[in-house]
């Protein structure tokens, strides 16, 4: 079988390469490009997780000239099939045939003590210096006369060539520079920001030059300059399998979509074509099952009605009136009770054969009375993660979009104006009647075992028992269409990456902010949450003030004011268009 790395963390044994011998092994193992003959072939694949049914009977094909995208609600199998694809998860039926080398990056990235940035480059440029050494091994066995050694030469020069193995170690710095990741070799992981981890994994992967690529959100932590060099390596790249929740990416590099949202049939929908046509096709379907589903719970609640006036007739309607005979009741009662019989029997004869359509984002109503004061910020600064002086204002139903390269401080500020981080310089001023919601780019660390209702509830307690809310006002988590009845009892732990961001978003709107501070909102989400989170941004009462690298989310919000922040110049405001962007500052710190 290909290996199939992660890049998230090599074991160390992986870099212990003691001998010529041993590079030869690694050089010639199989581990080498395959070409335009690569492949990943997965049928029949079925996933069961928890006793829920993640992945049924899926076939598809990723080859070198592959530019796919999988698609689909938060939780239906999308890193799933990834993992299933790169070897990382043994499916539960079906099969998966690999051919040539399989490069994958993860959502999560879990660190350990003393691995540095060079570990994951070591890994990127594993194959390509085995091979390099092994050709100079090689080539002196050729100078000395070594028997064997012109065949030896041979097989060291092919998978030289096709790792392109002189070039590796300068396309891993290209990448490194091009993403804004630390280049430090010494530098540990522990001490790096999550988003400097990132860029630095995917500088490495889109580095070592694999056959096919599987790349899972590779748009988180990403700014303006890190996603035109990303869209660039893929589309030059070709032979990927993509999931991502950034619109802009998919609609320039992807040509097929598999959509694993439920269907009619239950099975996922391959599209051909681009972006648009995805949508347009799938927006018919949902339109057409809307209708038939609706059809249905129509016709059942027409048999009920009539089984329950056949029922009543039975009672009351079929009696004649005083003074008729008894044989005349005897012969027209008979006919009642066979009207009821046909009525129930025609009634669970129907059945409802189209499962309702998925859910759909129910924004509640937020906001605070027009034109009161909800928060002032004079002269703020931070030291080391902020520049400033900045000063703002947000009264109610204020917009704001908050821009600027990775390390500008656009996290830092707000988390300073949502109150969770001191300002070093200057004041914040929050009125005491705003509810101010953050949603930072991370989501919290629950009780891991708790479910998502167990999460809501315990927080809606809280948030009545502060008085923040009334109990009358409370809503329900299902009122917000954000999680399925199967999502709500499962434990966090068992959560999606993208589920979990939805119950974020449910326990922050539960509060009823009047101000949302949004970092990052469409990391982790689905392209169609995506834009149904946009509609409900642009409608709500409450007050906006959201940070994104998202370039499909940023020209959906052109018309909002921005505060564009630099990391050598400190801040600049606007109404209109896009500020001029900021210097690139990489310390090998914190994303701020």
Known sequence: MPHTPDLSLPSSSLLDLADADDLLDLATSGDLPAGSSAHIRADGIGVTRGGRRVLHDLSVAVSSKSRLAVVGENGRGKTTLLHVLAGLLVPDDGVVARTGTVGMVQQEL???????????????????LAALAALDAATLAVTEGVEGADEQYAVALDAATRLDAWDAERRVDLALEALGACTDRDRELTTLSVGQRYRVRLACLLGAQYDVLLLDEPTNHLDADGLGFLTRQLREHGGFALVSHDRALLREVADQFLDLDPSPDGHARLHAGGYDTWQDERRRERESWG???????????????AVAQARDRLHTGWRPGKGTGKHQRQSRAPGVVQALNRQRETLEAHRITVPPPPLKLRWPDLGARSGASLLRVADVEVTGRLRGPIGLTIDAGDRLLVTGGNGAGKSTLLSVLGGRLEPTRGSVTRSNRARIAVLTQ???RWDQESTAREVYERHVGYLVGTGTISAGSALGLTSFGLLDRTALNIPVSRMSQGQQRRLDLAVNLAGRPDLIVFDEPTNHLSSTLVDELT??????GAAVVLATHDRQLLRDLADWPRLHLTSAMGWAGNSGGVDGVGNRHDDCGTDR
Do not use: C, M, N, Y
């Open 442 to 444: 991370e989501v919290p």
């Open 110 to 128: 879990p660190t350990r003590s003393g691995e540095t940035v060079g570990t994951l480059t070591s890994a990127a440029l594993r194959a390509s």
């Open 535 to 540: 509609a409900a941004l642009r409608g709500t």
């Open 291 to 305: 209708q038939e589903h609706d059809r249905q719970q129509d016709e059942q609640r027409r048999l009920k009605e």
